[in-house]
């Protein structure tokens, strides 16, 4: 079992930073591949970037390629998600969420732990 908590959400301006992360509790959280999804008012949730068990391995979606960066302290159970040059089409609750296996699959079937959220918002 693994429980996920998300933080550092808020609102922003466009062109500004954010750093997310998400803390995890379990003594296997270096076994999961880890992921960030994002999911906006009447929107489904959509993959936005992950992150292998070992962090040798990270996928992102074309529309945050280059601008945010996956990352993950196994020491301290923690995955972080830094955003820069935010848009206002970044806006969205952004999820945490964990995947037995080491691969970060894109699709939200793939992922067996969910944390509750964390809302960004970025204002133009």
């Known amino acids: 079992q693994v429980q996920l908590v998300e933080s550092g959400g808020g609102l922003v301006q466009a062109g500004g930073s954010l750093r997310l992360s998400c803390a995890a509790s379990g003594r296997t959280f270096s076994t999961y591949a880890m992921g960030w999804f994002r999911q906006a008012p009447g929107k489904e949730r959509e993959f936005v970037a992950g992150?292998?068990?070992?962090?040798?391995?990270?996928r992102y979606a074309d529309s945050v390629k280059g601008r945010f960066t996956i990352s993950r302290d196994n020491a301290k159970r923690t995955v972080f998600l830094q955003m820069n040059s935010l848009k206002p089409e970044d806006t969205a609750v952004y999820y945490c969420?964990?995947?037995?296996?080491?691969?970060?699959?894109?699709?939200?079937?793939?992922?067996?732990?969910w944390g509750q959220g964390t809302q960004v918002t970025v204002s133009s």
């Open positions: 992150i292998s068990w070992s962090g040798t391995m990270t």
């Open positions: 969420a964990a995947a037995r296996g080491s691969v970060p699959e894109r699709t939200t079937r793939h992922y067996d732990y």
